[in-house]
């Protein structure tokens, strides 16, 4: 089966899988504004950090491409206030502000409104392709931390749908199975939003690699039986220490994994490294609306009157990471001289 594409620029709009309908149904949204892209970010109709930050990247290059009046200092207020309407949709990926912060310094240099709008959308471009490029990259350098045989366990959803293309975690598989190396892959279903059960068994099908589903109250049972060699995840933000915010549950399995001598990888391109933040303990995370733990797939599970909880992100301790995975090489402890390092700071 062929792979479904993120999103899709044509005709001056940008058209966003509609996630929340996979696997059932392929559908496009058309976005042809900030507002219509921050929308399908907000109702996570595309979700992922590296995915979020390539969306809102063009995003903010519509509001610009669509600016009608030929005065730059109008255009400077359109870009602020797109610009201001992006960042407020999900705060825990950092890759949203990296790609914003972007895509407006680089329009803030512009001398002439069409200047602007042809540095708009070429940014945006070039954000998207830089991103495949390092997913790639990430798949070179991790696979080689996977052997043939390995059986993986990953979490939530880190692949093409999550990027560009091609994917973090799931990336590093594809590219160990791309060299030959026969992996089997453990995906969590990822309550609340079954992220693992709807995208990454989605995906890993159509590209006909093993994946066998588990809910994510049995990692202990199948690390404690054997049947896990590796974890690999995504990141969402990721601070100089190496603590590591992706969702909620990494940091259980960590555990589990560290109880059980099981080496657990991040891989994540260096945008979703915050070099504005030293610890965890700084890291945003984003409560959603209690009604994705109290329903599923819109029908109410729990009794009237219950209350819930849900937070999307945990925190995983650098000291629980065997190794983050980037575009630029393969990170180890200790991630406080390490990760400076790999980002030149
Ligand atoms: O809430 P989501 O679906 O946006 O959360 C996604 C994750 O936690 C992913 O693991 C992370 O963004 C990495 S995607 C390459």
Known sequence: MKSVKTFILKHGSLYILD????????????????EDVADCIVRMRIRGAPAIGVAAAYGLALSIVRYQAGDLEGLRN?????????????????????????????????????????????????????????????????????????????????????????????????????????????????????????????????????????????????????YIDKVVVGADRIALNGDTANKIGTYTIAVLARRHGIPFYIAAPTSTIDPGIRSGDNIPIEYRSQDEVLEIGGVRIAPDGVEALNPAFDITPGELITAIITEKG???PPYIENIPRILDL
């Open 19 to 34: 996630q929340n309908l996979l696997p059932g149904r392929v559908e496009y949204i058309e976005c042809r504004s900030a």
């Open 78 to 226: 359109e870009l602020e206030r797109a610009y201001k309407l992006l960042r407020s949709t999900r705060p825990t990926a950092y890759n949203l502000f990296w790609a914003l912060d972007r895509v407006r310094r680089r329009i803030l240099e512009a001398c002439s409104v069409d200047e602007a709008k042809e540095i708009a959308l070429n940014e945006a471009m070039r954000i998207e392709e830089e991103d495949i490029e390092a997913n790639r990259r990430i798949g070179l350098y991790g696979k080689e931390l996977i052997e043939d045989g390995d059986r993986i366990l990953t979490h939530c959803n880190a692949g093409a749908l999550a990027t560009a293309g091609w994917g973090t975690a799931l990336g590093v598989i594809r590219s160990a199975v791309a060299d030959g190396k026969k992996v089997k892959v453990y995906a969590t279903e990822t309550r609340p939003k079954l992220q693992g059960a709807r995208l990454t068994a989605f995906e890993l099908l159509n590209e006909g690699i093993p994946v066998t589903l588990i809910t994510d109250g049995m990692v202990g049972f199948v690390m404690a039986r054997g």
């Open 330 to 332: 393969i990170v180890r």
